[in-house]
């Protein structure tokens, strides 16, 4: 079974204060990992698709990463309006996506 | 251009009566998923379709819960009768690729069962 866990639960951070989220993964046959940001209320927000190791992806202040086990979202410089929460997904073989917790991001003006 | 259109997106009921979320997909998005989320945790695969078939509904409880994707465009999702551990969020999402991981999500239907 696929298993998608993130840390932290919960990262508060000062404006402009750099930091990473963490995605560790196990699936059989990784066709594909995935970050989501979905802010209160809302539905989950498609940010990037990434393939294979070493592939990055850079949206404004975020970039995600990606490792045989792992993938990375750092925030550099962060402001208040990025305060979400980030969730990672990994889509196997199957062709089932399978969500992490998620790590609820607060920035502090 | 229009995203996925959920309603309602609150809902209040008495345990046992029946319940029904709708979900319109972005057009030309042949693939619609139903997902459920529980606070604090991650969306979670009820049923998906592409076109009007259902092909994957392996954790859609089958007992209470049904669901319909007529003329493969709309979808309903029904509950009947709801149990109090059925409160949650209720996600409708689409995607242009079949069996892909880029889904865009509508807004949700929350359930509230007292």
């Known amino acids: 079974e696929d298993q998608v866990t993130q840390s932290p639960e919960a990262l508060r951070l000062q404006e402009g204060e750099s930091s990473s989220l963490n995605c560790s993964y196990t699936?059989?046959?990784?066709?594909?990992l995935f970050w989501y940001r979905q802010d209160p209320g809302k539905g989950p927000e498609f940010l990037f698709t990434?393939?294979?190791a070493g592939e990055e992806k850079e949206k404004e202040r975020l970039k995600a990463t990606l490792t045989k086990k792992e993938s990375f979202l750092h925030i550099t410089a962060p402001k208040p309006e990025d305060s979400a929460t980030y969730l990672c997904?990994?889509?196997?073989?199957?062709?089932?996506?399978?969500f992490g917790t998620g790590t609820r991001l607060t920035i502090i003006p | 251009e229009a995203g996925v259109v959920q309603s309602p997106r609150y809902k209040i009921i008495e345990k046992k009566q029946p319940v029904a979320f709708w979900c319109n997909p972005i057009?030309?998005?042949?693939?619609l998923y139903w997902y459920l989320q529980n606070l604090g945790q991650g969306p979670e695969l009820l049923i998906r379709?592409?076109?009007?078939?259902?092909?994957?509904d392996s954790q859609l409880p089958k007992d209470r819960f049904s669901a319909e994707r007529l003329k493969g465009v709309d979808s309903t999702l029904k509950i009947q009768p709801a149990e109090l551990g059925d409160s949650a969020v209720y996600l409708c999402?689409?995607?242009?690729?079949?069996?892909?991981?880029?889904?865009?999500f509508g807004e949700g239907s929350r359930l509230t069962v007292l």
């Open positions: 997904a990994v889509l196997g073989g199957n062709e089932k996506l399978t």
């Open positions: 057009s030309g998005h042949n693939t």
């Open positions: 699936v059989s046959g990784l066709r594909g």
């Open positions: 999402a689409s995607s242009l690729r079949q069996g892909g991981g880029e889904l865009f």
């Open positions: 990434l393939y294979s």
């Open positions: 379709y592409e076109n009007e078939e259902a092909v994957d």
